[in-house]
């Protein structure tokens, strides 16, 4: 079965939003937004959805732990696998995917120590 688009869609947009606020306050709405993502690439009959499913579950226990090493380790291991499912994404997603990505990658960057 493939991942209904205006489901991805909806998803898509709620993702952007909570990367684009203040990620340290976001812990429950990532946390809904997390499982809604999980139960959505479940229904997905491609085996990336199936990895980014099990990092996005790995995430969400991390999550809860306040490890920010390692929720940052995770952020940057999703957007390495939603990269790699761009290319054969719906084109009208591809877009929203790279700003995903990088809005990952941007997350990853401020949970990491500042190196002085």
Do not use: C
């Amino acid at each position: 079965m493939s991942i209904s688009q205006s489901a991805a869609a909806t998803h898509l947009n709620a993702s952007l939003e909570i990367l684009k606020g203040n990620i340290n306050n976001g812990k429950t709405p990532a946390i809904g937004n997390i499982n809604g993502w999980s139960e959505l690439l479940e229904t997905g009959d491609d085996p990336a959805y199936d990895t980014i499913a099990n990092d996005l579950r790995e995430l969400e226990g991390v999550i809860n732990t306040g490890d920010a090493a390692q929720i940052s380790s995770l952020l940057l291991t999703l957007a390495e696998h939603i990269n790699s499912v761009v290319d054969g994404a719906t084109p009208n997603f591809i877009d929203q995917l790279h700003q995903l990505a990088q809005a990952l990658s941007d997350a990853a960057r401020q949970l990491q120590p500042v190196q002085g």
